[in-house]
């Protein structure tokens, strides 16, 4: 079974960074590119970025775009979030997924282009 693993959340005073990583395990697959969701206590799960392997295209959700940045490592399927000025509206449990399905060559900002999901790594950002 394909699998993704997210690891580097944490608690963080606002103003400070995290780095988030989510790697493949399991079943290898190809995938075509990959993006960060995340979903607070009570909210419906928000677009954070995405990347895509074939164009290197990024996007962002545009309060975060400055702030965060996505980018990919050599490995297969291994995406990473670096977040700074982190702030107590950021908590939320982080998701990565992989779209292994579509091959679209623009990041997607909808959970329904992605068919792989991880199962989170929770961020808390102190005031």
């Known amino acids: 079974q394909a699998q993704l693993v997210e690891s580097g959340g944490g608690m963080v005073q606002a103003g400070g960074s995290l780095r988030l990583s989510c790697a493949s395990s399991?079943?290898?697959?190809?995938?075509?590119?990959m993006a960060w969701f995340r979903q607070a206590p009570g909210k419906e799960r928000e677009f954070v970025a995405a990347?895509?392997?074939?164009?290197?295209?990024?996007d962002y959700t545009a309060s975060m775009k400055g702030r965060f940045t996505i980018s990919r490592d050599n490995a297969p399927n291994t995406v990473y979030l670096q977040m700074n000025s982190l702030q107590p509206e950021d908590t939320a449990v982080y998701y990565c997924?992989?779209?292994?399905?579509?091959?679209?060559?623009?990041?997607?900002?909808?959970?329904?282009?992605?068919?792989?999901w991880g199962q989170g790594t929770q961020v808390t950002v102190s005031s």
């Open positions: 997924a992989a779209d292994t399905t579509y091959g679209l060559s623009d990041p997607k900002a909808t959970p329904v282009w992605y068919d792989v």
């Open positions: 990347i895509r392997w074939s164009t290197g295209r990024t």
């Open positions: 399991g079943r290898t697959f190809r995938s075509y590119g």
